[in-house]
């Protein structure tokens, strides 16, 4: 097993499940020194699996679409780890499935909010302590819907977080850090936790769904989801030292489907 992040110091967002999870999971294996943070309490079981396997992770709870949240997490591993060297902004989802004219205004800000801030947010918050040290990696978890059908409002925010990884690659390479995204497509994974949609969907909003879940494979030449896998190894790979010349870049990782 190679060990990329020795002792290398990464801070990953929406670590609770899914992605998230999976990252810190093969992060922690090949080394890392990992501050896992999620506003779900899960976060805390994750760290504590790891730790049992001999690894060093901190769980912090936080909500990372406002600054305060963002803030408090940045500090709290600087102040545990004393650097930060990798931060991986995995926090988003689509919330709701539907034609734009069925999104009400209050649906519309809340996907903004849920799928561009807790990015903007930690994005700003880490930068002082990279640019103290001179040099640091940032991976943005976008995805491929800024091209698709029934999440119009998810895809803004996306494509929101596509100009902000590049705009800030441009504007820090001068200082050694280095900001690239991957743009996930549909992935399989277990079952959310803490689902981002509580209500019910009714016949109409399953068929939405199902439009969404069509569309996604259908632009994929692979014609079929990712695994966990498939998502977390091109996020790691951005993060280590073998992207080194790479910056304000977005990979679609969707099977052939650009975004």
């Known amino acids: 097993m190679s060990a990329r992040f020795t002792d290398k110091v990464m801070v990953i967002t929406g670590a609770a499940q899914g992605i998230g999870k999976r990252v810190a999971e093969l992060a922690a294996a090949e080394g890392g020194r990992l501050l896992l943070v999620d506003i779900a309490e899960y976060v805390q079981g994750v760290a504590a699996d790891l730790r049992e396997q001999g690894a060093e992770a901190v769980a912090v709870q936080a909500d990372l679409e406002t600054w305060a949240g963002a803030e408090k997490v940045m500090t709290e591993a600087y102040q545990q780890f004393g650097r930060i060297d990798i931060l991986i902004n995995n926090v988003g989802g689509t919330i709701w499935a539907q034609p734009f004219e069925h999104y009400s205004p209050e649906q519309i800000a809340k996907e903004i909010q849920r799928s561009l801030f807790p990015t903007l947010w930690c994005c700003r918050a880490v930068l ?14 976008s995805s491929v819907a800024t091209r698709g059908l029934m999440r119009v409002p998810y895809g803004a925010a996306k494509g929101g977080v596509n100009a902000m990884t590049v ?93």
């Open 128 to 141: 002082p302590y990279m640019l103290e040290q001179q040099g640091g990696v940032i991976v943005n978890v």
């Open 167 to 259: 705009n800030l690659a441009y504007e820090y390479a001068p200082h050694n850090i280095r900001v690239n995204a991957t743009a996930p497509g549909g992935t399989e994974a277990p079952p959310r936790l803490t689902p981002r949609n509580l209500s019910t969907q009714n016949d109409q909003e399953k068929a939405w769904y199902q439009t969404l879940v069509d569309q996604t494979k259908q632009n994929s030449f692979m014609q079929r989801y990712a695994d966990l896998d498939e998502q977390a190894e091109p996020i790691l790979f951005l993060a280590s030292d073998a992207a080194s010349f790479i910056t304000g870049t977005v990979i679609p990782v969707a099977g052939g489907d650009l975004g």
